[in-house]
């Protein structure tokens, strides 16, 4: 009889472990499950970040004819940089730096997390809209750039120029606007 209570015992503790081994290793899948949902949910909101600002930048960017200057006013806590081959306040780039939470960085870089570069250039017409030919060839200007969202997260490079290759480049898109004839 007493074999009989020692046999029901390991029987029930043997039992017992499998349970807590299957319990563990659900356990085990669910936290991966929810790590991977945190992750895809943070990927999800610097994209919808990412376009939002690429959005405000090439609005602007049409707005102000691709003025480099003049698109400057509208984002006071961005860095230009002029290029020196174009007109003077016309060509360049705007970047922008943001912190973890997307809000746009003064003075400081030391806790930069994202960056956004626009880039301005001025060029004819016909080179930049040399697909469309519709209308004949187009004279005059055209101002053409990009915008590029970096992730600037484990890494203490500032980019300075657009490079869509770089390792750390989520979302770039190209605008362009006819500026006119040359007065």
């Known amino acids: 009889m007493d074999n009989m209570k020692s046999s029901r015992l390991s029987l029930f503790l043997m ?46 960017f049409v707005a102000k004819k691709g003025d480099l200057k003049a698109i400057a006013k509208l984002f006071p806590d961005g860095f230009v940089s002029e290029t020196s081959t174009g007109e003077s306040g016309k060509e360049g780039n705007i970047i922008l730096i943001f912190d973890d939470r997307w809000e746009l960085m003064e003075n400081t870089l030391s806790d930069a997390s994202y960056e956004v570069i626009m880039s301005t250039a001025l060029k004819d017409a016909s080179e930049v809209y040399n697909d469309v030919n519709t209308y004949g060839e187009l004279r005059g200007k055209a101002a053409a750039g ?25 979302h770039f898109i190209t605008v362009d606007v006819y500026v006119g004839e040359e007065d």
């Open 15 to 60: 039992e017992l472990i499998i349970a807590i081994f299957f319990f563990s290793l659900s356990a085990g899948v669910c936290v991966r499950l929810f790590v991977s949902a945190h992750t895809l949910s943070e990927r999800t909101e610097n994209l919808e970040n990412a376009v939002m600002w690429t959005q405000n930048l090439s609005e602007a």
């Open 146 to 170: 990009g915008i590029a969202v970096y992730d600037l997260r484990g890494t203490s490079d500032i980019l300075t120029n657009i490079n869509e290759n770089a390792d750390n480049a989520f």
